[in-house]
């Protein structure tokens, strides 16, 4: 008998016999040790700390410094949550003191010379951000910048179809820079589109797709972005 028969009689139950070791085999899966707490409490303990321990030494011993020697500048207190960033293509970057990165890509095509990504004091980079270059992306100071974002400064292809059966590249006058100035918060999942200004001090819901500049001090959402509070600065009494 072919192991696939046999399985599928154990599923379907054609008999006491392949009823019974059905039974048998999902309290195997479903069965537990007991978990006595002063007994496993400690372990778990030890575990989250040898856990946290071996990701700071790696982390401050091997990937930051290889990660550093990538940069054309790097200031001090970069922390690297999880490994290397992965770098494509011949970007250039720029990254200020105290910043956190947390399994981001950060890519540029090789058309176009010496696309710069820029990126300021006290950021936060979410996990798996995507951050495309092929002139110029800047990163104010003290920007959060929350998981599964992508920034673009292109369009990635042309939008002409012909250009793209020929594989070409997006030409310099559709690249436009993108600027996130100081102190902005971009929500989870946001894309921010060629081009786009994101004043001081804003900030942009979650899986909002930005195809405008927002102006200081607002709170943008939607698909496309719109403008829903202006004057946040205001409102709180102070600025953001």
């Known amino acids: 008998m072919k192991i696939e028969d046999f399985l599928f009689k154990i599923r379907r139950r054609e008999s006491p016999f392949y009823s019974k070791l059905k039974d048998i085999l999902l309290g195997l899966i479903h069965f537990n040790l007991p ?66 990165l947390d399994g981001n890509v950060f890519s540029s095509g090789r058309m176009h010379k010496d696309p710069v990504l820029t990126i300021g004091n006290r950021v936060v980079l979410g996990y798996k951000t995507h951050i495309s270059v092929s002139k110029s992306v800047k990163i104010g100071n003290d920007c959060l910048i929350a998981a599964g974002c992508m920034i673009l400064d292109n369009d990635g292809h042309p939008i002409d179809p012909n250009r793209r ?39 942009i819901a979650a899986n909002s797709l930005v195809t405008r500049s927002i102006p200081p001090y607002s709170i943008a959402m939607g698909v496309p ?3 829903v509070i202006s004057g946040i600065d205001k409102v709180y009494g102070k600025k953001a």
């Open 35 to 100: 978990a006595p707490k002063f007994i496993f409490r400690p372990i778990y303990e030890l575990l989250v700390f040898w856990r946290f321990l071996s990701q700071y030494i790696v982390e401050k011993l091997f990937y930051v410094p290889v990660f550093r020697s990538r940069c054309e500048h790097c200031g001090k207190g970069l922390t690297l949550s999880n490994g290397v960033p992965w770098i494509e293509g011949n970007l250039i970057i720029r990254i200020g003191e105290n910043v956190m």
């Open 165 to 203: 059966l020929c594989k070409e590249p997006v030409r310099d006058n559709e690249i436009k820079p993108v600027v996130i100035e100081d102190n902005v918060w971009i929500g989870t999942g946001c894309v921010i589109l060629k081009g786009v200004t994101i004043g001081t001090g804003s900030i």
């Open 225 to 227: 972005v719109k403008v």
